[in-house]
């Protein structure tokens, strides 16, 4: 029931206000005490959600949305839009990040640590495994099969055009980039193919997931609880990321057709407000100047306060800059959740991935560092020999 009071989209970065960041903190203390379960029916929450925007999508992809007309689009992308803005509601989504990820799970792992004598890297592997494979997940392990497929000399050209069109949304970011294109995947099949059917079982089991033994650690209902809501907040986090992406690659058709309706390119619709675009579909042409919609491309901070929401761009946006940045001195430790058991230290060149378009400077065997993965990283995390992120 807590509703918000300020937020922000700026820098590359999101962020609350103090005050909301100090009350949501005490809110979900109490909640998590009186019910362990809470995140697992926050995530549950999310992955309904998510089957939901999946369901609508399917449906509105098949349309024909040059004989639909401007009230009809209006209908449909705010349908599709209230849907996205359930699924990352600040409150419970950003909730997750920094409460339960960042400040709860750390806690409660150094508390199991301390409390079992006999905790591992297994149980830690365990503990930060999505409960169901993601959409990433099972592409992954179809792109390996095919790779068997293909050293088995079997004919694959047709299951190949299939996993493309299942999963080629998998390259975008949300609103931005292309997916995955036919020449891609079968690079991708080709070069998984030159690791061997020895190597390509070992990622196969890698990645199914398997039956787990927690019986053997002696653990008490709130601590299994607890273990079920990572498990399950951990597939739905992907999930949100996945399904925004499927949903704007498939309706890709549907913007199309409104940038051609009110006379802008899509980068320029994509970065119009909901309310805008309903406005601009109503007048029949944009009611934002393009050079602004060029601007919040370059660069822009979306803030809102006092129940209201600004877009700043140009000179307000410099203020702002100058209010709002503070610098912060490099650390020379990053601390946090490892994830994964390894055997020994792991070492490498590292590279600091901040958009899409540095993605093909990326080489096999780096270290990537980026503020947060998205499904369209899938191509150099393959590559890469560790992740660091500050999200997720």
């Known amino acids: 029931d807590y509703k918000i009071k300020r937020y922000r989209q700026f820098d590359s ?7 909301d960041y100090d009350n949501i903190i005490s809110i ?13 029916k926050f995530g549950s929450k999310v992955e309904s959600i998510a089957n939901e925007i999946r369901k609508n999508t399917d449906e509105l992809k098949k349309k024909d949305w040059e004989g639909i007309d401007n009230l009809g689009l209006s209908r449909n992308i705010e349908l599709m839009t209230d849907l996205q803005s359930k699924l990352w509601s600040a409150g419970l989504l950003y909730s997750y990040y920094f ?60 299951a190949t055009i299939e996993h493309w069109q299942k999963y080629s949304f998998l390259k975008r970011c949300y609103f931005w980039g292309e997916g995955f294109s036919l020449e891609e995947i079968k690079l991708r099949i080709k070069d998984s193919s030159k690791e061997g059917v020895s190597k390509i079982d070992k990622k196969i089991d890698k990645l199914k997931l398997k039956s787990f033994d927690l019986l053997k650690y002696k653990l008490d209902n709130y601590d299994l609880e607890i273990i079920n809501s990572t498990k399950k907040c951990s597939y739905a986090i992907n999930l949100a990321d ?24 899509y980068e320029q619709l994509v970065s119009m407000r909901l309310t ?53 001195k490099n650390k020379e430790i990053l601390k946090g959740t490892i994830v994964g058991k390894f055997k020994s230290n792991i070492s490498g ?13 990326f080489k096999k065997g780096e270290i990537l560092v980026t503020p947060m993965t998205t499904p369209a990283y899938v191509p150099i995390m393959e590559k890469s020999s560790a992740i660091i992120t500050d999200e997720g």
């Open 349 to 361: 060149k590292v590279r600091v991935i901040k958009d899409l378009e540095k993605m093909p400077k």
């Open 28 to 40: 979900l203390d109490e909640g998590i005490k009186k019910d362990p379960l809470l995140f697992f």
């Open 242 to 265: 996945e399904i925004t992406n499927y949903y704007s690659h498939n309706l890709k058709n549907m913007f199309d057709e409104i940038s051609k309706r009110i006379g802008v390119n």
């Open 13 to 19: 970065r999101r962020s609350f206000g103090k005050e």
């Open 99 to 158: 409460y339960f990820n960042d400040l709860f799970l750390p806690k409660f792992i150094d508390k199991l640590k301390k409390k079992l004598i006999n905790f591992d890297d297994e149980l830690m592997e365990y503990i930060t495994t999505p409960d169901k494979l993601t959409f990433i997940g099972e592409e992954q392990l179809e792109i390996l099969k095919l790779a068997k497929d293909l050293i088995s000399e079997k004919n694959i050209g047709k």
């Open 276 to 328: 805008e675009i309903i406005k601009s579909l109503k007048k029949g042409k944009s009611i934002v100047f393009k050079e602004d919609l060029n601007e919040r491309l370059n660069d822009h901070a979306l803030v809102y306060e006092n129940d209201s929401c600004k877009l700043l761009i140009k000179k307000e946006l410099e203020d702002y800059k100058k209010r709002n940045c503070v610098l912060i």
